[in-house]
Structure formats: C-alpha cells, structure tokens
C-alpha cells in the first residue's frame, strides 16, 4: 500500500495551494480519506476528512477555507487551500481508513510553509 502526497511548497499569506494524495493498493473507492497537519512542537490534528460516500467534515479553523475532494477514478484526494495563513504552516499528511476493518495507513508528509 502506497500513499503519495505532493504539492506542497512555500506560499504567501492569502495565497492558495492545492495538495493531491494518490494511493495505490488499496480499493480506494472503499476507504474514507483524510488530510492531517503537524505543526513543530504541536500534535497532529486533523484537518479535513472525507468519506466513501464524499460527504466531508473539517475542522474549525480551516473552515470555508479549505476543500476537500476525492477522484474515485484516479484514486486520489485532494486538499484545495485558499486564504492561506501563517498558521497553517504544517506537514500535512494523508491517510486512508476502513474503520470496520481497522485499516488505517499513511502517507509521508509534504510540508506547507505559509509567509507573511
């Protein structure tokens, strides 16, 4: 099982980033999708998560700011992050759960550094 996060990078205050997670060996159509972040001395926390069924939940501080969405087809997440802040500087991951399975596996981070 592979999980593989891009887009990352260094982005001004206000600006926007996409991120895109792309899975391999899994059935992805089957598993709910998530995008946590980890900032430096702090826990990781999650930031938005989607279902099989695409009905998605975000935390409070990204809401209305961030999108998640999944491609069934391309079996891929994405992340689109508009209004971007100092705050969200993060690495941010990716994972891929079926709960009534106790299947949970993770992608390596791609890091998101928000300037002033």
């Known amino acids: 099982v592979q999980l593989q996060a891009s887009g990352g990078g260094l982005v001004q205050a206000g600006g926007s980033l996409r991120l895109s997670c792309t899975t391999s060996?899994?059935?992805?159509?089957?598993?709910?999708m998530g995008w946590y972040r980890q900032a430096p001395g702090k826990q990781r926390e999650l930031v938005a998560r989607?279902?099989?069924?695409?009905?998605?939940n975000y935390a409070d501080s990204v809401k209305g700011r961030f999108t998640i969405s999944r491609d069934n087809a391309k079996n891929t997440v994405y992340l689109q992050m508009d209004s971007l802040k100092q705050e969200d500087t993060a690495v941010y991951y990716c994972?891929?759960?079926?709960?009534?399975?106790?299947?949970?596996?993770w992608g390596q981070g791609t890091q998101v550094t928000v300037s002033s």
């Open positions: 994972n891929a759960e079926r709960a009534a399975y106790r299947l949970l596996y």
């Open positions: 060996g899994i059935i992805f159509s089957m598993y709910d």
């Open positions: 989607i279902n099989s069924s695409r009905r998605p």
